[in-house]
């Protein structure tokens, strides 16, 4: 049983090698642009919108509630970042019903990958938002003494996007290969719902966690009023 996609080697020459998270991985951002350019090529503004359409909109007005939830002024902003993420690990998770594929949100490679993504986009919009200076100044609040434990937390939270996805979307395809050598009929079905269910609550969290991360970094202080 493999344990991730990149034991699925296609092809090697030395270092370099093709394996299987990569080649899922392309094919899963390759079908993400082509349905994307699909549906936005001809979007209607008026009482006359496709089912798509209606879909799309649904889908980018949720996701901008949730940012705004969270607690980001402006979530126009932020929706690209945070819709792509979400958009990946879901469809990522959902494509483990397709006969030979696997997700690859199951290497940590990619989920290594993906949390960096996070890891650069924190001190980006909180720089854009705060400038350097007052970004940078949120390291050492309240006190100078927790400049290294700021820093730290943020490697660790870092870390901890990574492990928390890949293990969750490993420990499903372990779970779902078992019992598919136990009992290959009604339990891996009930499974794979159950999967799909997860796999949609994971891409919920990790967009969720990164949106609290970006919020923290971008939130300006009030100054202290005076009595």
Do not use: C
Request: charged share 10%; aromatic share 10%; proline share 6%.
């Amino acid at each position: 049983m493999r344990l991730s996609p990149d034991q699925m080697i296609f092809w090697q020459s030395g270092f370099a090698r093709l394996n299987g998270t990569i080649v899922f991985t392309w094919v899963l951002m390759a079908v993400l642009v082509v349905v994307s350019t699909l549906i936005t090529r001809r979007l209607s503004t008026g009482m006359m919108r496709s089912r798509w359409q209606n879909l799309l909109e649904i889908l980018v007005t949720g996701i901008e509630a949730q940012i705004a939830e969270v607690g980001l002024k402006h979530p126009q902003t932020y929706v690209g970042f945070i819709g792509t993420l979400f958009l990946f690990v879901a469809t990522s998770a959902l494509s483990s019903v397709v006969p030979g594929f696997e997700p690859p949100t199951a290497s940590l490679s990619t989920t290594v990958a993906l949390a960096l993504s996070v890891f650069v986009a924190v001190p980006f919009y909180g720089i854009a938002e705060r400038g350097v200076g007052g970004y940078l100044k949120s390291y050492l609040e309240p006190t100078v003494i927790m400049l290294p434990f700021n820093i730290i937390s943020d490697l660790s939270r870092t870390l901890a996007l990574a492990v928390r996805l890949f293990g969750n979307m490993m420990s499903g395809s372990m779970i779902l290969g078992i019992l598919l050598t136990i009992t290959p009929f009604v339990f891996p079905i009930a499974l794979s719902v159950l999967g799909l269910l997860t796999g949609m609550v994971q891409a919920y969290i990790f967009s969720i966690l990164a949106t609290v991360y970006i919020a923290s970094a971008t939130r300006v202080q009030d100054p202290p009023t005076t009595p």
